[in-house]
Every structure is written in C-alpha cells, then in structure tokens.
C-alpha cells in the first residue's frame, strides 16, 4: 500500500512555485474521492481508505496533518502513459489544431473556433514524463509503448469516464473540457490511480460564461499563471512569490469548484 498526501504547493509552467495556496490539497483530496466513488460502477480505483482516523496505529500521531487530504492505496503497477481526453478544442490541442488541422494525428473538421466543442471525445495519450513535459502520442505510438489490446482498453475507459463525469458536471452548470487520467494494474486488472477530475487534471468552464471563439475562464491555476505572465520572468526555478490577494482568489477557485462539483464544503 501507499500513503498518498496531497500539499498546497502550487506548480506553473512546470516550476514549484514557494508559495502554497492554503487547503487546496484538501479540495483535490476531496474531489479525486468524489469522482472515484461515482465511478465505481465503471471502472475500479486505488482507494483503500481515506478516513484518517481509521489508519493504521503508526500513522495515528500524524492525523491532524492528514485528515482530508490524504488516503491510503492500493500500489499498483503504472502504466507509462497518461491518459488525455477532449470534449473541446482548447489549449494545446487548439494551438496543434490551428497549425495542422488534426490533434495527436487525429484529423478534425474544418473551420472549428478555439473552444469548440467536438462531435465526439477524443483519446489524446501523452507520455509519462519523469521530469518536465509530457509528450503528445498518436495511438500508434501508444500501440508501440504498451501494446494493442492495453491501447484499445484504456482508450475506451478513458472516454466512458469522461462521458458519466461530463454528463453530471453539465447538470452542475459545468463543462469539463479535457481531462486526464492515469491507470496501473493491480491483481492483474486494470485500476484508476493518481487524482481523478480535479481543477489539476482537468479544464472546468462555467456553462453560463461559456463562449466558443475565444479563450474560457478556468477553475484552475488559471489566476496564477495570469498574475505570472505579468510579470518579468523567464518560467525557469526558481519561481516567484505569489500576493496575498492571488493566493486568495486562488483559493477561493478551487474551494467554489468543490463546492459546485460535489455539492459539498470543504471537510
């Protein structure tokens, strides 16, 4: 088993910035749980327990720091891949589109805007990069990486997961525009692992803000990398710290997700 724990440490542009945004290891804590339980009908996940008063007598003294932010899982054998879906045409994938037409190799109608929604998801794997970025993959690639069959599983897991999430998001008064998802195998069988649809993971825009054409308001780090672009820095460590009233428009962000998507305040 692991001890998983998220902190409120903050990344952008692929640098750990000093300054943490307080509870928001909690909101990803508590919306990764929120989702593995909706899911448990479509696909099984890593979560063994996250009550921390429940843990095992070692981890006892430590369950202040603990308590809704961690959770105790199965250790599963990881797939090298990430696994990226899209329900809309937006960042990367817009900028990919607009030079070539196509995403990951997959050719798309003409004439789509920049957070145009697409007919159907589609399956955009990555590599599983140690350090820095992740790279786009086109299913052949994949197909190289972990095999046909493997390919084929997680490609339609991926886009059934996403279908359920974005089905009850929409009722929410949310759009989940992309999303990603790692899995592993444990006991011979495929599991969901990692965080699953959080505003990390994941590109949540409002339904009533929404407007194809143009960029989308984010319920993510957005309001961070917007205050950093501002600045005069080069996107390499170290990164600078953030105002106290960035941190708190973050923070209130990621609680206000959490609050729409669960139906729920912070624990």
Same mark, same amino acid.
């Given at each position: ?120 998801? %589609?399956?955009?794997?990555? @590599? /599983?990069? *140690?350090? &820095?970025?992740?790279?786009?993959? !086109? $299913? ?33 008064? %949310?759009?989940?525009?992309? @999303? /990603?998802? *790692?899995? &592993?195998?444990?006991?011979?069988? !495929? $599991? ?76």
């Amino acid at each position: 088993y692991l001890l998983i724990v998220a902190t409120d440490r903050i990344s952008a542009f692929d640098v750990v910035l000093p300054t943490a945004i307080p509870d928001k290891g909690k909101v990803l804590t508590q919306i990764s749980l929120f989702w593995f339980q909706q899911m448990a009908g479509v696909v099984e996940n890593h979560v063994v327990e996250a009550d921390a008063s429940k843990y095992p007598e070692p981890l006892k003294k430590y369950q202040d720091v603990l308590e809704g932010r961690s959770m105790i899982v199965r250790k599963a054998s990881v797939y090298p891949v990430e696994c990226v879906v899209r329900g809309y045409v937006s960042g990367s994938a817009w900028s990919e589109y607009r030079k070539s037409g196509s995403i990951c190799g997959i050719k798309l109608p003409e004439g789509l805007v920049e957070s145009a929604k697409l007919d159907v998801p %589609i399956f955009t794997p990555t @590599t /599983k990069a *140690e350090e &820095g970025h992740d790279l786009a993959i !086109t $299913i052949e690639e994949m197909q190289e990486i972990v095999g046909p069959e493997l390919t084929q599983e997680l490609s339609t897991l991926t886009v059934n997961i996403y279908r359920k999430a974005a089905e009850s998001a929409e009722k929410r008064g %949310i759009i989940i525009a992309d @999303t /990603k998802f *790692e899995f &592993g195998r444990y006991n011979g069988k !495929t $599991i969901l692992i990692d965080e699953c649809l959080t505003p990390d993971s994941s590109r949540f825009w409002s339904i009533k803000g929404y407007r194809p054409g143009q960029g989308q308001d984010s319920y993510d780090k957005q309001i961070v990398r917007d205050y950093l672009n501002t600045l005069d820095w080069d996107k390499t460590y170290p990164g600078p710290e953030l105002p106290p009233e960035i941190i708190e428009k973050a923070r209130a962000r990621y609680v206000e997700i959490l609050e729409i998507i669960t139906g729920k305040g912070l624990k």
